[in-house]
């Protein structure tokens, strides 16, 4: 395996597939592992890694992960599932380890990269599973352009014929990116801001 990738909203279905892949990355195996976020909810690339609640109302106990902020009201892409405002904690210490490479992916390029699937292998992707299609696409490109062959592994993780409004206002031009301004991301995380931080040293190298 060479490259193993899924789209994040809470974490569980790229840990699902991820996380044995992971071990092996931990025990000397040089694995690629990309989660992929939206760029109007980019938990693992630009929140921090503190300490949080895990829901809106602050049920849950503190928990160590990235977030956005508790209170975070992502924009309304059509990802829906791709609009939680935190990571899960493994997921995220993971990532504060080197051991997953993050990356946001913007609206437009999911829906395009979707519709290349969908052309190409007959069926059709939900717009979360598209954010990891794009990066497999960009992956497949990068290894064709060094001239290597590489296995990608990514999570399918479900179709879009729940989604297929989302289709149509792609196709009649109607869908825009967003990235969150630096302004938002600030009033996000002003909640948490006096709230314990968890370590960020490394436990390991790898
Ligand atoms: C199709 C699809 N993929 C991925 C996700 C992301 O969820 P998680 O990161 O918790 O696996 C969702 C969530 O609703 C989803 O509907």
Redo the contacts with the bound molecule.
Sequence with gaps: MDVVI???????????LSFPFVADKIHGADITIIPVEPTSCPTLTRGPFVYDHGDTARMTPLLPMHSLGHAFVPAPIH????R?HGM?PLVSQATVEGLLAPRAVHQLRCYESAVTWARIEGFIP????AHAIAVVIDEANKAREEGKEKVILF?W???GLMDLSGYDSYFQGKLSDFALPEEDLRRGLEPIKDLPKPSTAKTGKW
Excluded: I
Excluded at 9 to 16: D, R, V
């Design positions: 899924g789209c994040v909203g809470g974490g569980s279905n790229f840990a699902g990802a829906g599932g791709l939680y899960a939900a717009p979360e599973t999570s993780s479900g179709h």
